[in-house]
């Protein structure tokens, strides 16, 4: 139990256009989640955090509206990278949270989209 | 806000050895949880182990375990009989209990190499 998806797993735009990563909750309803990026052989770093049905909370320093965030359903959250630019290339993980699981507050993670912006 | 700090960029071990894994962390709060993550090659984050702030029992998992102490603020990680698929980036992670901006958040350290050698 508690899988995430993300899709797709790997894609590569051209500069200035925009791409959208798709996050799922697969057999749970994700009341909270989370998008990380990561660069290589770094850390994760949050980007924000969603809540269903309200607008995203983002960490400093990270541009709203560049990274569109929307958590439409309790299953689904998508992350929208818009006018990429190649710094924007990185490694970007979702995470999810089952409020209503045994263990609120673990993090389920998906197995991450590697962006390449070229 | 809460800092997490690894400071062993690097580690190698023997197959069937054990080693240790540091982590300290910083925080004023009281209640939280402690984690370890693994990232194999693949790429997808594995829960390791995770420890409550309020039990003093450290947690154990098969050939996991830590060692928390609560008033040095410090949560290594040992395991035991290491294997070849132990080999990985290991990220230790703090996350606040509920209550208040930035409930269920994680903050990552930046993360151990572990090698494990044949």
């Known amino acids: 139990g508690a899988v995430v998806s993300q899709h797709p797993s790997r894609v590569i735009c051209k500069s200035g256009t925009s791409v959208k990563i798709e996050c799922r909750s697969l057999?749970?309803?994700?009341?909270?989640m989370f998008w990380y990026r990561q660069f290589p052989k770094k850390s994760l770093m949050l980007m924000a955090t969603s809540n269903e049905g309200s607008k995203a909370t983002y960490e400093q320093g990270v541009e709203k509206d560049k990274f569109l965030i929307n958590h439409a359903s309790l299953t689904l959250s998508t992350l929208t990278v818009t006018s990429a630019h190649p710094e924007d290339s990185s490694f970007y993980i979702c995470?999810?949270?089952?409020?209503?699981?045994?263990?609120?507050?673990?993090?389920?993670f998906g197995p991450g989209t590697r962006l390449t912006v070229t | 806000a809460q800092t997490v700090t690894q400071s062993q960029p690097e580690m190698s071990v023997q197959e069937a050895e054990t080693v240790t894994l540091s982590c300290t962390y910083d925080t004023s709060e009281n209640n939280y949880y402690l984690f370890w993550y693994k990232q194999p090659p693949s790429r997808q984050m594995i829960l390791v182990i995770r420890?409550?702030?309020?039990?003093?029992q450290n947690a154990t998992e098969n050939r996991f375990s830590v060692n928390f102490q609560k008033a040095a603020k410090s949560f290594s990680l040992k395991i035991s009989d290491s294997q070849l698929g132990d080999t990985a980036m290991y990220f230790c992670a703090f996350m606040k209990r509920y209550s208040g901006a930035g409930s269920y958040q994680l903050t990552f350290g930046k993360g151990t190499k572990l090698s494990v050698i044949p």
């Open positions: 420890q409550e702030a309020y039990k003093q």
């Open positions: 057999d749970f309803q994700a009341t909270t």
């Open positions: 995470s999810a949270r089952d409020r209503y699981g045994p263990r609120v507050y673990e993090q389920y």
